[in-house]
């Protein structure tokens, strides 16, 4: 089960749902929306932000994968190609190459400035002072990129702008102060799976929109390998509890899927409540 602090790491089986005989919610009861109103909604969500803060522009990390590149493409269109710059932060020695291609296939699309960092040096300058340990390390590699980004971004008077899904807030499934460390979080009101169908609205390649999610925090690492479940299923469950309001044991019954694994996303969700709210403070008495 991931840690109450940040991602663990631990690679767990898929959990994988029960015969679909007589499951009532579905895949597309989560994903059957209008994806335009939702992408001008986001839109003016993020022109209006840097308004009020009289920022110039945005600055956002490039990955490679849909969340990014759904967030560069909103940002572009809220904001004008000009005022988007695209940061690619791989560390070339766990960052798969193609990640990196992609990232730079988006940028090229998009037609928006963008540099790519290695940061590399960076992870091991740090750990030449610290204990080897390849979640730390991993969560370390985030921190190091939000560090980044907000030098560009104050250096340019822009807003980071996060690619966290609603998906991964709920779970907790992002490292505190590090992918979580932004001013915007432009695609927190849309679960991974409704991503995927609005990149496909707004005209993303169909290689990203097939490649499988990934923090790409360490060599091989695999999003729902680590969580033990495909976010079609997270979704699912998501769905039903949150936007439906039913109880665990009624989710298991109406999506078909085994109560072992709405139990583990529900804990996830509980013991990462920490993460999606201020940094809790007490009030001493006078």
């Given at each position: 089960?991931l840690?109450a602090?940040?991602?663990?790491?631990?690679?767990?089986?898929?959990?994988?749902?029960?015969?679909?005989?007589?499951?009532?919610?579905?895949?597309?009861?989560?994903?059957?929306?209008?994806?335009?109103?939702?992408?001008?909604?986001?839109?003016?969500?993020?022109?209006?932000?840097?308004?009020?803060?009289?920022?110039?522009?945005?600055?956002?990390?490039?990955?490679g994968?849909?969340?990014?590149?759904?967030?560069?493409?909103?940002?572009?269109?809220?904001?004008?190609?000009?005022?988007?710059?695209?940061?690619?932060?791989?560390?070339?020695?766990?960052?798969?190459?193609?990640?990196?291609?992609?990232?730079k296939?988006?940028?090229?699309?998009?037609?928006?400035?963008?540099?790519?960092?290695?940061?590399?040096?960076?992870?091991?300058?740090?750990?030449?002072?610290l204990?080897?340990?390849?979640?730390?390390?991993?969560?370390?590699?985030?921190?190091i990129?939000?560090?980044?980004?907000?030098?560009?971004?104050?250096?340019?008077?822009?807003?980071?702008?996060?690619?966290?899904?609603?998906?991964?807030?709920l779970?907790?499934?992002?490292?505190?102060?590090?992918?979580g460390?932004?001013?915007?979080?432009?695609?927190?009101?849309?679960?991974?799976?409704?991503?995927r169908?609005?990149?496909?609205?707004?005209?993303?390649?169909?290689?990203?929109?097939?490649?499988?999610?990934?923090?790409?925090?360490?060599?091989?690492?695999?999003?729902?390998?680590?969580?033990?479940?495909?976010?079609?299923?997270?979704?699912?469950?998501?769905?039903?509890?949150?936007?439906?309001?039913?109880?665990e044991?009624?989710?298991?019954?109406?999506?078909?899927?085994?109560?072992?694994?709405?139990?583990?996303?529900?804990?996830?969700?509980?013991?990462?409540?920490?993460?999606?709210t201020?940094?809790?403070?007490?009030?001493?008495?006078?």
């Amino acid at each position: 089960m991931l840690p109450a602090t940040d991602i663990e790491g631990k690679e767990q089986g898929l959990i994988h749902s029960l015969p679909p005989t007589g499951i009532v919610i579905r895949l597309g009861d989560v994903t059957k929306r209008n994806y335009e109103p939702i992408a001008q909604q986001i839109q003016e969500f993020i022109f209006d932000k840097k308004d009020e803060a009289g920022a110039e522009g945005a600055v956002i990390g490039l990955s490679g994968g849909i969340d990014s590149t759904v967030s560069a493409y909103l940002a572009c269109k809220a904001l004008g190609k000009e005022k988007v710059l695209g940061l690619i932060m791989p560390d070339s020695r766990v960052t798969p190459k193609q990640d990196v291609n992609d990232a730079k296939a988006v940028s090229r699309a998009l037609q928006i400035e963008s540099k790519n960092i290695d940061i590399s040096r960076i992870h091991v300058k740090y750990m030449t002072k610290l204990h080897p340990h390849r979640v730390a390390e991993g969560n370390l590699r985030a921190r190091i990129r939000m560090s980044i980004l907000y030098y560009h971004a104050n250096l340019l008077n822009q807003l980071v702008l996060g690619t966290g899904d609603r998906s991964e807030a709920l779970i907790g499934y992002f490292t505190k102060y590090g992918d979580g460390g932004v001013d915007l979080q432009p695609l927190a009101g849309l679960y991974k799976t409704q991503v995927r169908e609005l990149g496909r609205h707004l005209g993303v390649s169909t290689q990203i929109i097939a490649k499988k999610s990934s923090p790409r925090l360490w060599r091989g690492h695999g999003a729902e390998a680590e969580i033990g479940a495909t976010y079609e299923d997270i979704d699912r469950i998501l769905y039903a509890i949150f936007d439906l309001k039913l109880s665990e044991e009624q989710t298991a019954e109406e999506t078909g899927l085994d109560t072992k694994l709405v139990d583990r996303v529900m804990t996830m969700h509980r013991q990462t409540a920490h993460k999606r709210t201020i940094p809790y403070s007490v009030q001493p008495s006078p």
